[in-house]
């Protein structure tokens, strides 16, 4: 067959002349305030948060491992009734009676087994490859530098994949369930990525409850689509008071619609309502790392001309509060992967109060 008839053209077309409607252009900070306002209740409403059940959290215990310098402590909770959610928690040492810490939660992106690269736990070979790739132990560097964080797997990976990937080979395990959660929620009027967030939104309610906590410090860290759970759950949960979302801050048409990606990307009417820029400013002012790897073949066809242009649209909200130290757009030499420079550091600055060379 020598010629195809391809929609793709029609629908780039039509995504690149349209200007979202919660688009953030606001020149001034009563503008924003008002802007901020309808942007969260639109981003909430086709996440499909209004859908989702509260209950009991019920956490439970499930094990509990001395390794270097921090202990993992492997948990449950409920998020829905029915709803089960695994995490691990990592407690740095010599924490004395009585003291807070600075709590952080990773999150996890796809081939990983979901948290057990983000803790480290490379226990076959081919997770422990994938870790080496993507740099995405970075669950260890945050306990390290004296952070309480907490590590979850978002449903479809990990311990929570449904029965079409589930299985203990490695292929298996490295895969995950987007594709089939996704289409079993739509029909219902949810989404995944919005059960990703709501789920995060409950392990912040229980990490409030916890008495070595700080109740207002608390980060979020991701790579990949760890980067999405980061960048949905802080522009809608004030709670978070320090992000960084590494390889996942691009232009939706280039990077999602002309280069297909995993299916929990694709969220009914989000294009005709936000791209990444205003999704990023609802963040604003609080601190926030952006990681952008100048090799990664995810930011589309333009490459780093399809991130820079969304980052200073985010930039413009930190202005409007004298602000812009805040953000931090940190981009490396390489691939898709967790560079995690300025993000690390930012945890150190942002959740300790610790300024560079302190």
Not at 333 to 349: A, C, D, K, L, Y
Request: net charge negative; aromatic share 10%; glycine share 8%.
């Amino acid at each position: 067959m020598d010629k195809y008839y391809e929609s793709l053209p029609h629908f780039s077309a039509i995504m690149e002349n349209l200007k979202p409607a919660m688009h953030m252009d606001c020149k001034t900070l009563d503008e924003y305030v008002t802007w901020k306002d309808k942007a969260r209740a639109r981003l909430s409403a086709l996440l499909c948060l209004d859908r989702m059940t509260r209950c009991d959290p019920e956490p439970k215990l499930i094990s509990t491992e001395r390794l270097d310098g921090y202990t993992r402590e492997k948990w449950t909770i409920l998020t829905e009734p029915d709803v089960v959610m695994p995490f691990y928690r990592l407690v740095p040492d010599r924490i004395a009676g009585g003291e807070r810490r600075p709590a952080v939660i990773a999150t996890h992106g796809h081939g990983c087994c979901g948290k057990e690269a983000v803790v480290g736990n490379g226990s076959f070979p081919e997770l422990a490859d994938a870790i080496r790739k993507f740099n995405n132990d970075y669950g260890v560097s945050a306990v390290k530098k004296g952070a309480i964080v907490f590590c979850p797997d978002a449903r479809g990976f990990g311990e929570r994949r449904e029965y079409d990937t589930q299985g203990d080979s490695a292929i298996s395990r490295l895969s995950s369930s987007c594709s089939y959660l996704n289409f079993m929620a739509l029909p219902l009027g949810r989404c995944l990525a919005g059960t990703w967030v709501w789920d995060l939104m409950r392990l912040a309610d229980h990490i409030e409850a916890q008495p070595d906590v700080m109740p207002d410090k608390l980060g979020c860290i991701g790579l990949s689509g760890g980067g999405l759970q980061v960048l949905y759950l802080t522009a809608l949960d004030d709670r978070v008071t320090y992000a960084a979302c590494s390889g996942y801050f691009y232009g939706f048409r280039q990077a999602l619609l002309e280069l297909y990606n995993c299916s929990c990307n694709y969220v009914p009417h989000m294009w005709e309502n936000f791209d990444v820029g205003d999704i990023g400013a609802l963040i604003a002012p609080r601190p926030f790392v952006i990681e952008t790897g100048d090799a990664d073949t995810l930011n589309g066809k333009s490459g780093l001309a399809n991130v820079l242009p969304y980052v200073e649209q985010v930039r413009s909200a930190y202005r409007l509060f004298d602000r812009e130290n805040m953000l931090c757009h940190d981009v490396f030499e390489g691939p898709h992967t967790w560079h995690g420079t300025e993000s690390i550091r930012g945890i150190e600055r942002f959740l300790f109060d610790k300024e560079q060379g302190s």
